[in-house]
């Protein structure tokens, strides 16, 4: 079991356990985390699972895809260049164990 | 009737796509009044894109995506019943029955019926491993035969049998894709996009089979054992998956008596020839100002988009305001980022720019606006790396870009089409030319 942490703007947290191949979107939208809606299924093509992603928990991330790149500058909330990342590409088990992450403002 | 007493209730008919952002955008802009959902599906609300795609992967069983969490109902204040269906509309007393004996008041009715999927009439069509694929039970009764077939016959290569072919192969089965006409898809690309998926599916293992029909299925002892084309072929399966298109729900629409047409004939507030009922989505005929004609459009964009664009429309219009909400957002004012734009009695037609995707295997296709027969094509990027978009040109304008494995084109060409920046055939041509830079001249309306 992984575990994702979501900090929300308000302040409150949702923190869950995600089996692996679990991304960080489908974890929200499936135990109903506010502000991560994932119209797309998580195929990088509508942004509506922009979050950032804490410092600390950068490193073992994927490199960022054409098409996340694409989708990253068109985010609501502005992009931050080293945090901002699509929560459908960040999966459980192959990029991280443990992770946590912001909910950008306009989404929450 | 009397518009004035009628309390405010939107009852809502269908809670797909459609139905679930109407709901949410009603709340969004500030509608306070009750809201009823009703979906016929007993599964809570789910996303259908996936099931012909990763939902299909080999492995143990997989989780349907829900188009909202489970407490968006309490959260939004929506009462949402599942399991039932509408079975009439009585516009006079404004009330719809459900097959429960329930009857509602509405004082708008939003009809967001979605659509069926076409069924074969030919001989052995109701054998047993004869699949459809729309919705989540269709998903999961294949996810589990898939695991024990060997091979897979798909009749029609539109885009729900060829990603379900791609994800077969994915699997290792065997896979024959019959299509009657003479290429893939034939309906949504451009002849070179639509070759070009011919051979890409060739290359992942595909056998398609053009200008074959579906003639009938051999079955023994109730099960399908094999397809026999128009062409006399017979090809020996263990399942088959019909993937012939859809017709719109529009039964209960055409019972009441509203204008039906290939869909739910509405005009551009997406309203029906009822002024209190509005139909969108999958069942909706609209005017669609990309296509200069009437159309009806399957696709998430269309679905989400006209929910948005249907919600601000039924606040402008109605008679009494919310008491209590905030200014102006009763009057149907949207957030800037809806390009509808617009606000109360200003709000114009729908008029968003169609988009669309389908991920088959490892190719990813992007269309942004919409193609049309004898448009003029210019290529970019080169089709044998799998990474290149083709630009179609109507009287020298440009009106729809198809992409494969291009994200950058796709939402470089989204930029161009809503802003109606013009483009040269040459210059889409051109890989020197900085399209993604050109296109963000306008600011961004996608
Ligand atoms: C397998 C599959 C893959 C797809 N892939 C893509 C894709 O990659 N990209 C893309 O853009 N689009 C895709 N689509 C299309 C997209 O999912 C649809 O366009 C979208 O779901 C339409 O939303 P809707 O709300 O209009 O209809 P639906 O989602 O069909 O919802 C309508 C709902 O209304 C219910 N209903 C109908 N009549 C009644 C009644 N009388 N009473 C109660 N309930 C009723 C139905 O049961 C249904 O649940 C795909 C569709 C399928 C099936
Ligand atoms: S879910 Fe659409 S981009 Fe991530």
């Known amino acids: 079991m992984a575990n994702i942490t979501y900090h929300h703007a308000k302040g409150n947290v949702d923190s869950l356990d995600a089996e692996p191949g679990m991304t960080v979107m489908m974890a929200a939208v499936i135990h109903g985390v506010d502000g991560i809606i994932g119209e797309c299924g998580g195929q990088a093509i509508c942004a509506t699972c922009h979050v950032y992603v804490r410092d600390e928990y950068l490193d073992g991330l994927p490199a960022i895809s054409g098409a996340e790149e694409e989708m990253l500058e068109t985010t609501v909330s502005p992009r931050n260049p080293a945090r901002s990342r699509l929560g459908c590409q960040l999966t459980a088990g192959d990029h991280f164990n443990t992770i946590e992450v912001d909910i950008p403002d306009e989404q929450d | 009737m009397n518009a004035i007493t009628t309390p405010d209730n939107v009852v809502v008919v269908g809670n797909g796509q459609a139905g679930i952002q109407l709901v949410d955008s009603l709340r969004k802009e500030g509608y306070t009044g009750a809201i009823t959902l009703i979906g016929e599906e007993t599964h809570h609300p789910y996303q259908r894109p996936p099931l012909s795609k990763d939902y299909l992967a080999a492995g143990k069983d997989p989780v349907p995506l829900p188009l909202r969490p489970e407490k968006f109902f309490t959260t939004h204040d929506v009462d949402a019943r599942l399991g039932v269906r509408v079975t009439s509309i009585d516009r006079t007393a404004r009330t719809a029955t ?10 708008t009715l939003v009809l967001a019926t979605g659509a069926a999927n076409r069924e074969l009439a030919v001989p052995g069509a109701d054998l047993a491993g004869i699949h459809g694929l729309r919705t989540l039970t269709d998903a999961q009764a294949l996810h589990a035969r898939l695991d024990t077939v060997r091979s897979v016959v798909v009749i029609g290569a539109g885009f729900i049998g060829l990603e379900f072919a791609a994800a077969a192969r994915a699997r290792g089965l065997d896979v024959t894709v019959l299509e009657y006409a003479d290429r893939p898809m034939g309906r949504a690309l451009t002849p070179v996009m639509s070759g070009f998926f011919a051979d890409a599916h060739g290359r992942l293992g595909v056998t398609l089979r053009l200008g074959e029909g579906i003639a009938s299925f051999d079955g023994d002892n109730g099960h ?19 993937g012939v298109g859809v017709t719109p729900r529009t039964e209960l629409a055409a019972a009441a008596g509203l204008d039906v047409d290939n869909g739910i004939v509405v005009d551009g507030s997406l309203r029906t020839s009822d002024p209190n009922i509005y139909a969108l989505g999958d069942c909706a005929s609209f005017p669609n100002t990309h296509a200069g004609t009437r159309t009806r459009l399957e696709s998430v964009q269309n679905a989400t988009d006209q929910a ?40 114009g037609g729908y008029a968003d720019l169609p988009w669309f995707w389908s991920n088959q295997g ?19 990027g080169n089709p044998a790396e799998e990474k290149f978009s083709v630009f179609c040109f109507r009287n020298g304008t440009l009106t729809a870009v198809e992409s494969v494995n291009q994200p950058a084109d796709h939402m470089a060409a989204r930029r ?3 802003a109606g920046l013009p483009l040269t055939p040459e210059q889409a041509a051109d890989p020197d030319f900085d399209l993604k830079a050109y296109s963000k001249q306008q600011p961004a309306t996608v």
């Not at chain 2, 026999?228 to 399942?239: A, I, N």
């Not at chain 2, 402008?316 to 909400?325: C, V, W």
């Open chain 2, 416 to 418: 161009l089409l809503a």
């Open chain 2, 362 to 380: 490892p190719l990813r296709l992007q269309i942004a606006g919409l193609v049309a027969p004898g448009d003029q094509t210019v290529l970019r």
């Open chain 2, 224 to 242: 399908v054992t094999a397809a026999v084309s128009t062409t006399g072929h017979r090809y020996p399966t263990d399942l088959v998956l019909v």
């Open chain 2, 308 to 347: 948005r664009h249907a919600a601000a429309a039924i606040l402008a219009s109605r008679p009494g305001k919310e008491p209590g909400s905030g200014t102006g957002v009763e009057s149907g004012s949207m957030p800037g980022s809806e390009p509808a734009g617009g606000t109360g009695a200003e709000l």
């Open chain 2, 98 to 107: 459900l097959d429960d004996g329930t009857t509602l008041a509405y004082s």
